[in-house]
């Protein structure tokens, strides 16, 4: 058991010594490939602007570390010179979001057994909220972007996002004509992002400006 656990440099002392014959096979990956099999496996249950999200960071680690580097090979040291890098080129935001993902993947190395750590375990990655982005857009500024839409599907788009509070595009692009229960003046709006908190949905008033 404790031979799995520790790092290369000490096993080649001890295949040296001649001991090679107990240490259990060490399966490896690289950066690149270890993490495009990674999205690959979480499509099934993952919206597309989170892959796109997990692609992202994938970018900065190759782009950092080199598509053939072996997960093995970075150390937490590696780990913090890879954020401090990524300071200079983001919004904190962005930084933690980039940091979280890189814990959650090489986490799931560890757990696969081509990983002896994960480096990324005691980085900090800081907050995701980003409050200098938030504005109050008045009703006659949404008025005029909604005159200047090319067609009745931009002005939809925009009256949804503003008085409707659909993510864009995640929730939007999923809604469909079965959703809207004239009726009764509802809208079921199909939400991936809670999805896993067992809110898959929820209900809102078809606001007489959406309709």
């Known amino acids: 058991r404790w031979l799995t656990t520790i790092g290369d440099d000490l096993v080649a002392k001890l295949t040296y010594a001649g001991f090679g014959m107990f240490i259990p096979t060490r399966e490896s990956a690289t950066l690149k490939a270890f993490w495009d099999?990674?999205?690959e496996s979480r499509k099934a249950d993952t919206s597309?602007?989170?892959?796109?999200?997990?692609?992202?960071?994938?970018r900065e680690l190759v782009s950092y570390f080199g598509a053939e580097r072996d997960l093995?090979?970075?150390?937490?040291?590696?780990?913090?010179?890879?954020?401090?890098?990524?300071t200079p080129k983001f919004a904190p935001a962005t930084?933690?979001?980039l940091v979280k993902q890189a814990r959650q993947v090489f986490k799931y190395a560890v757990r696969k057994g081509v990983a002896d750590r994960n480096p990324f375990?005691?980085?900090?990655?800081g907050?995701?909220?980003?409050?200098a982005r938030k504005c109050f857009i008045e009703r006659g500024t949404i008025e005029k972007v909604i005159q200047a839409c090319p067609d009745a599907e931009w002005r939809l788009i925009v009256s949804l996002a503003r008085y409707g509070g659909l993510r864009t595009?995640?929730?939007?692009?999923k809604l469909r004509w079965g959703d809207i229960d004239w009726d009764k003046r509802r809208i079921t709006v199909i939400s991936p992002k809670t999805?896993?908190?067992?809110?898959?949905?929820?209900?809102?008033?078809?606001?007489s400006k959406l309709e």
Not at 72 to 86: F, V
Request: no cysteine; aromatic share 8%.
């Open 195 to 207: 999805k896993k908190q067992g809110k898959p949905f929820r209900v809102m008033p078809l606001f």
């Open 48 to 58: 597309s602007g989170t892959i796109d999200n997990f692609r992202q960071t994938q």
């Open 72 to 86: 093995r090979k970075i150390s937490e040291g590696d780990a913090d010179d890879w954020r401090q890098s990524l």
């Open 169 to 173: 595009p995640s929730e939007m692009l």
């Open 127 to 131: 907050s995701q909220q980003n409050d």
């Open 121 to 125: 375990a005691e980085v900090k990655a």
């Open 37 to 39: 099999a990674y999205v």
């Open 95 to 97: 930084v933690s979001k």
